[in-house]
């Protein structure tokens, strides 16, 4: 196991293919602002990419862990499946952008589910855990809003998640 975001884009249709498209001009603008912690693989030093199709990108050398791959009406993991993925962070330095990214895509994708291990803590300090409280801060400059719900509680445990107030972008 390891600290890991998983995606769901069972019901994709074209109301999301299109919220991708326009989700990208701030991903790019998320990864250009994580430059210096973001690259295509950790061992290639090409830009991350980001196309209509795709996006792309891991941490750079040893900072990196799995890499982060989200196609447009399909997500993509280390075993493919085209309606289910996941990308194991390690909760290294890009994961505060896989966080971002995947808010974006949250605000954007109607159909897209999203779970993290990041979601649970305990019911006493119910928040997102990991790089998720920085992430939802950042994506506030992008006119993306979220708060934080308890969606399930398990003694002493409970499951959080984002949700989203408002996109004005």
């Given at each position: 196991?390891?600290?890991?975001?998983?995606?769901?884009?069972?019901?994709?249709?074209?109301?999301?293919?299109?919220?991708?498209?326009?989700?990208?001009?701030?991903v790019q603008k998320i990864l250009k602002?994580?430059?210096?912690?973001?690259?295509?693989?950790?061992?290639?030093?090409?830009?991350?990419?980001?196309?209509?199709?795709?996006?792309?990108?891991?941490?750079?050398?040893?900072?990196?862990?799995?890499?982060?791959?989200?196609?447009?009406?399909?997500?993509?993991?280390?075993?493919?499946?085209?309606?289910?993925?996941?990308?194991?962070?390690?909760?290294?330095?890009?994961?505060?952008?896989?966080?971002?990214?995947?808010?974006?895509?949250?605000?954007?994708?109607?159909?897209?589910?999203?779970?993290?291990?990041?979601?649970?803590?305990?019911?006493?300090?119910?928040?997102?855990?990991?790089?998720?409280?920085?992430?939802?801060?950042?994506?506030?400059?992008?006119?993306?809003?979220?708060?934080?719900?308890?969606?399930?509680?398990?003694?002493?445990?409970?499951?959080?998640?984002?949700?989203?107030?408002?996109?004005?972008?």
């Open positions: 196991m390891g600290y890991t975001h998983y995606m769901r884009t069972d019901n994709w249709d074209k109301q999301d293919k299109l919220g991708f498209e326009k989700a990208l001009p701030i602002r994580h430059k210096d912690i973001v690259q295509f693989e950790c061992d290639d030093s090409k830009r991350p990419l980001i196309s209509k199709e795709q996006i792309r990108f891991n941490g750079i050398g040893n900072e990196g862990h799995e890499t982060f791959m989200f196609i447009n009406g399909e997500s993509q993991g280390e075993f493919y499946n085209p309606t289910f993925s996941f990308c194991k962070t390690a909760r290294k330095p890009y994961d505060v952008a896989v966080c971002e990214v995947l808010l974006v895509l949250n605000a954007f994708c109607p159909n897209l589910s999203l779970g993290s291990d990041g979601f649970s803590g305990y019911l006493e300090q119910p928040e997102l855990d990991g790089a998720w409280p920085e992430a939802v801060q950042n994506v506030s400059q992008y006119g993306i809003k979220y708060h934080t719900e308890v969606i399930e509680k398990r003694e002493p445990y409970c499951d959080v998640e984002p949700v989203l107030d408002e996109v004005i972008a």
